[in-house]
């Protein structure tokens, strides 16, 4: 995974660009009808029930704006909200509370989302032992927001991106020339290049499992559209040599299932690429 450095970047880059997307040479609705000096206040109001995430990046973003900016917080990202909940109140600068609004609602929502779809699957995996972890479906731009909030409900993080960690999946593999032929050519260019990574293999039956088990560098096979029987099969032949992730048309209906067949992972698109935003509003106080 990335560093907690690098992930600040990126941060950081997204806020900067985002005030660049939506106020660009000026926010002229605001500058036209209040005046410069004006303060005000407003409140974070939240019209649906859920998973509250993406507060602590809503200060970051009114303080990147203006350092002065109070922010009184009632809400944590992580805690369970439902219709009426207050989640912050932010005082200051009239002008810069317009200014940071849009961007604020627009993350909020979307990390909201995220982190409820989440927190569904982990307790529908409560118990089994098996994490949920998302994938790289993100929206181009924001993957480091969606991953934060995939963390806030309480699944974890798959790679951030392809630097991260190598990913050998079917075109891979078929490009490579076959399965050994992949795994030989990423071994040597990793230790050629003095890269540590970690190496994910994706198995398409139970033959490449066993194919892939011969290799001693593996650290998760990936069981992409298994059935349930082949599953556990997999499970079964894999022990404790390394790691399973399965995925492929998984869902609310069968997840459970997949996870007592006993994999480590379930890892899901859905959990960024098929979301609709918690309903949330900034209101004058």
């Not at 118990?127 to 309480?154: N, S, Y």
């Not at 795994?183 to 990793?190: M, N, P, R, V």
């Not at 556990?232 to 399965?246: C, D, F, I, R, Y």
């Not at 994999?263 to 960024?272: D, Q, R």
Request: glycine letters at 8%.
């Amino acid at each position: 995974m990335i560093s907690k450095e690098q992930f600040e970047k990126e941060i950081e880059l997204i806020i900067t660009n985002g005030i660049r997307e939506d106020v660009g040479s000026g926010d002229y609705s605001s500058l036209a009808c209040i005046p410069e000096s004006a303060n005000g206040g407003a409140k974070l109001l939240v019209k649906d029930n859920g998973v509250i995430a993406g507060v602590a990046l809503a200060e970051r973003i009114f303080k990147h704006l203006d350092k002065n900016i109070q922010f009184n917080l009632y809400k944590s990202d992580g805690e369970d909200v439902v219709y009426g909940d207050v989640v912050f109140e932010v005082f200051g600068s009239s002008q810069t509370i317009l200014k940071g609004e849009r961007l604020v609602l627009n993350a909020m929502q979307r990390m909201s989302a995220i982190a409820t779809k989440t927190a569904e699957y982990v307790r529908l995996l409560q118990g089994t032992g098996t994490k949920i972890l998302d994938t790289r479906k993100t929206t181009p731009g924001i993957r480091a927001l969606e991953k934060w909030a995939v963390v806030i409900g309480g699944g974890e993080n798959h790679r951030f991106a392809l630097y991260d960690m190598v990913m050998l999946k079917d075109n891979h593999i078929d490009f490579a020339g076959g399965l050994h032929q992949a795994i030989d050519k990423t071994t040597s260019y990793l230790k050629q290049h003095d890269l540590d990574l970690k190496i994910i293999v994706e198995a398409r039956d139970l033959n490449e499992v066993s194919e892939i088990l011969k290799h001693h560098n593996i650290h998760r096979i990936l069981l992409d559209n298994f059935s349930l029987e082949d599953t556990l099969k997999a499970v079964e032949m894999v022990g404790n040599q390394t790691k399973t992730e399965s995925s492929g048309g998984i869902n609310e209906e069968n997840m459970r299932a997949y996870a007592e067949c006993g994999v480590n992972y379930i890892s899901s698109g859905a959990l960024t690429h098929s979301i609709y935003n918690l309903d949330l509003s900034l209101k004058a106080i």
